[in-house]
T-cell receptor, first 113, second 116 residues
Framework: KQEVTQIPAALSVPEGENLVLNCSFTDSAIYNLQWFRQDPGKGLTSLLLIQSSQREQTSGRLNASLDKSSGRSTLYIAASQPGDSATYLCAVRPTGGSYIPTFGRGTSLIVHP | DGGITQSPKYLFRKEGQNVTLSCEQNLNHDAMYWYRQDPGQGLRLIYYSQIVNDFQKGDIAEGYSVSREKKESFPLTVTSAQKNPTAFYLC???????????????FGNGTRLTVT
């Protein structure tokens, strides 16, 4: 069964720092990996989706990489801002079975001024 | 704008009562999902439906029921058999065809259910 782990569980950084969030998964048979942002009491907002054939995706200050063979993805946030404070979750969609995504527990990020 | 609408945002019920959470999408997606989120835990799959009039149990289906009579709608009923129903419930959708499994998953804004 696919297991997705996110490290660290929580992170507090000063504004302006570059930071890296980690996501690891146990089964490399995946279609894609998707990164989400969740604000308190809200749903999940999609940030980036990386297909299994891709190595990275970029959107503004966000860059996500994927190393499928080692079962790892990183989300890089450049020049962090207080507005980046949220929980970040990753999810992997498998290639077989019901194709249902499996989620990590998320990394709770606080960026303080 | 296309999206997923969950209602209500907050729901309060007495123990022993059934309650139905609404999820409507206008994205023309075939697949719809219900997740439960508890503090400090990841999203856990309750039920999913990949096509109208068909649905499957997820990892924690006990005490819940669903229907999928229309493509746009996937309501979730939390029954009195669910032992610990207080949680944040999230509905999601995605395209389903073989060629679209690389399409992103979309989420609604969630319903927070409190049972006392």
């Amino acid at each position: 069964k696919q297991e997705v782990t996110q490290i660290p569980a929580a992170l507090s950084v000063p504004e302006g720092e570059n930071l890296v969030l980690n996501c690891s998964f146990t089964d490399s048979a995946i279609y894609n990996l998707q990164w989400f942002r969740q604000d308190p009491g809200k749903g999940l907002t999609s940030l980036l989706l990386i297909q299994s054939s891709q190595r990275e995706q970029t959107s503004g200050r966000l860059n996500a990489s994927l190393d499928k063979s080692s079962g790892r993805s990183t989300l890089y946030i450049a020049a962090s801002q207080p507005g980046d404070s949220a929980t970040y979750l990753c999810a992997v969609r498998p290639t077989g079975g019901s194709y249902i995504p499996t989620f990590g527990r998320g990394t709770s990020l606080i960026v303080h001024p | 704008d296309g999206g997923i609408t969950q209602s209500p945002k907050y729901l309060f019920r007495k123990e022993g009562q059934n309650v139905t959470l609404s999820c409507e999408q206008n994205l023309n997606h075939d697949a719809m999902y219900w997740y439960r989120q508890d503090p400090g835990q990841g999203l856990r799959l309750i039920y999913y439906s990949q096509i109208v009039n068909d649905f499957q149990k997820g990892d924690i289906a006990e005490g819940y029921s669903v229907s999928r009579e229309k493509k746009e709608s996937f309501p979730l009923t939390v029954t009195s058999a669910q032992k610990n129903p207080t949680a944040f419930y999230l509905c999601a959708s995605s395209p389903r065809t073989e060629s679209s499994y690389n399409s992103p998953l979309h989420f609604g804004n969630g319903t927070r259910l409190t049972v006392t």
